[in-house]
């Protein structure tokens, strides 16, 4: 089975802080997502990558980067933290344009 | 503008009965669809899928349904179990892929099905 692993489960920052959520996929899969999950507006694309040092804006990159080094690693950077971006942050991956599987998910509160 | 929705934030429904969840989407170029479902505090998994080719596909308890010409597309879930209580997420892709990479899917905003005792 294909594992995607969220490095943390519950995050608590600062306004102002820069943060980083990781995400790392064992299967070699070539596409890599950041969503982010808000009560009544489901789930939102911030950024993609299909390959090594890709990336794509999704529907609201505003506020966040994303770096992709390696192809298992895809992570998503809050380069100032604010109270608008306390939200549920899901990672998926992919090999194809099917087939998502999407990690736990990281509940980051901006204090 | 919202390119995938549902209209039903949640949905009540009996045990044993069916649960009709629905969704209906404005781009006519998406080519595939799929349902998520989700628990709390874990991410959506992958529940059914159907191509743009096809107007019914069926797996166990889970059957959707597409009409393309409706631009609708609907699961149902029969006979409804108590472990079937979770955020429902329909989803969208245009299909591109393959060398160009994902696109990415797009998601609907989600229904919670609650299946009573």
């Known amino acids: 089975d294909v594992k995607v692993t969220q490095s943390s489960r519950y995050l608590v920052k600062r306004t102002g802080e820069k943060v980083f959520l990781e995400c790392v996929q064992d299967m070699d899969h070539e596409n890599m997502f950041w969503y982010r999950q808000d009560p009544g507006l489901g789930l939102r694309l911030i950024y993609f990558?299909?390959?090594?040092?890709?990336?794509e804006k999704g529907d609201i990159p505003e506020g966040y980067s994303v770096s992709r080094e390696k192809k298992e690693r895809f992570s998503l950077i809050l380069e100032s933290a604010s109270t608008n971006q306390t939200s549920m942050y899901l990672c998926a991956s992919s090999l194809k344009w099917y087939g998502y599987t999407f990690g736990s998910g990281t509940r980051l509160t901006v204090v | 503008d919202q390119q995938v929705k549902q209209n039903s934030p949640s949905l009540s429904v009996q045990e044993g009965r069916i649960s009709i969840l629905n969704c209906d989407y404005t781009n006519s170029m998406f080519d595939y669809f799929l349902w998520y479902k989700k628990y709390p505090a874990e991410g959506p998994t992958f529940l059914i899928s159907i191509s743009s080719i096809k107007d019914k596909n069926e797996d166990g308890r889970f059957t959707v349904f597409l009409n393309k010409s409706a631009k609708h597309l609907s699961l149902h879930i029969v006979p409804s179990q108590p472990g079937d209580s979770a955020v429902y997420f329909c989803?969208?892709?245009?299909?591109?892929?393959?060398?160009?990479?994902?696109?990415?899917?797009?998601f609907g905003k989600g229904t919670h099905l609650i299946i009573q005792p």
């Open positions: 989803a969208a892709s245009t299909g591109r892929g393959s060398g160009g990479g994902a696109d990415g899917l797009t």
């Open positions: 990558s299909y390959d090594v040092k890709m990336k």
